[in-house]
C-alpha cells in the first residue's frame, strides 16, 4: 500500500527556516516524480514543488521560488522541502503526493505556522 508520513511541521518566525520531510512506502519511490502542496482553510491545495524521480528535475510555484528547496533521497524513499526566509503567507498544511498508476496518493500533512 503506498504511504506517505510528512514530518518538520513547527511553529517559525517571519525570515526563519524549517525542513519538512516526507518518508515513502508502497512502491518504486525512485521511479516516480514527488510533489509537495499546501492548504489553508477555505482555499485551494496549491503545487508548491515538484521532483522528476531522480532529483534531476524541478519546479516551484512563482510563490516559493528562489526560498523553497525540493529535494530526494531515494536510497532513504524521503523527499524534503527546505524552506527559507518564511512569510506569514507560507503558514499551511503542507502535504506530499505521488501519482502512482493514475491516482493521487497524498500524506496526511503537516502544520507550518509563520507567525511572531
Known amino acids: 500500500q503506498v504511504q506517505l508520513v510528512e514530518s518538520g511541521g513547527d511553529l517559525v518566525q517571519p525570515g526563519g527556516s524549517l525542513r519538512l520531510s516526507c518518508a515513502a512506502s508502497?512502491?518504486?519511490?525512485?521511479?516516480?516524480?514527488m510533489f509537495w502542496y499546501r492548504q489553508t482553510p477555505g482555499k485551494e491545495r496549491e503545487l508548491v514543488a515538484r521532483i522528476g524521480s531522480t532529483g534531476g528535475s524541478t519546479n516551484y510555484a512563482d510563490s516559493v521560488k528562489g526560498r523553497f528547496t525540493i529535494s530526494r533521497d531515494n536510497a532513504k524513499n524521503t523527499v524534503y522541502l527546505q524552506m527559507n526566509s518564511l512569510k506569514p503567507e507560507d503558514t499551511a498544511v503542507y502535504y506530499c503526493?505521488?501519482?502512482?498508476?493514475?491516482?493521487?496518493?497524498w500524506g496526511k500533512g503537516t502544520l507550518v505556522t509563520v507567525s511572531s
Open positions: 503526493k505521488v501519482r502512482w498508476y493514475g491516482t493521487d496518493y
Open positions: 508502497g512502491f518504486t519511490f525512485s521511479s516516480y516524480a
